[in-house]
């Protein structure tokens, strides 16, 4: 049987590979509702000139507008990599249901500065595809450097 965590990881990180191709920072994430993929985005500080255009923001707004109102329970969010402390506050507020991303970030990750961030009752997995995730940042900064 297919994990479903590393099913969804994969459209997450088809939007990671979205915003390299564009020469944003490889982030990219999904929202799943009962089973079904209802919002796509990834990172567009740059596009948009916006510190704010993370992928987990962008994706957000884009699955509330689909449900029709700002609450995401019931939902899961899949992101390339650990939220920072930004996007996990924007999660708590949206009360996600579950979090999955795949590489962990120690340099602004919300698990080390604001664990508390996300709504009490949102599950969290870390480390589902953990390596595709880290290897496309790596990858994507070494060419930067």
Not at 11 to 39: K, S, T, Y
Not at 110 to 133: D, I, Q, S, Y
Request: proline content about 3%; overall charge positive; some cysteine.
């Amino acid at each position: 049987m297919v994990n479903s965590h590393e099913y969804y990881m994969k459209f997450a990180l088809r939007e990671a590979e979205a915003a390299r191709d564009r020469n944003e920072i490889p982030v990219g994430a999904v929202v799943v509702c009962n089973g079904r993929i209802i919002a796509r985005a990834h990172n567009l500080t740059e596009t948009l000139t916006d510190v704010t255009a993370h992928a987990e923001m962008q994706v957000i707004t884009a699955a509330a507008n689909v449900l029709g109102g700002k609450y995401l329970t019931g939902c899961t969010l899949y992101v390339t990599v650990e939220p920072c402390v930004m996007c996990a506050g924007a999660l708590g507020w949206s009360q996600v249901g579950a979090v999955v991303y795949g590489a962990s970030d120690d340099k602004r990750g919300f698990r080390k500065f604001a664990p508390e961030a996300l709504h009490p009752k949102t599950v969290v997995t870390g480390g589902v595809m953990k390596e595709e995730c880290a290897a496309l940042m790596k990858e994507f900064f070494k060419k930067k450097r």
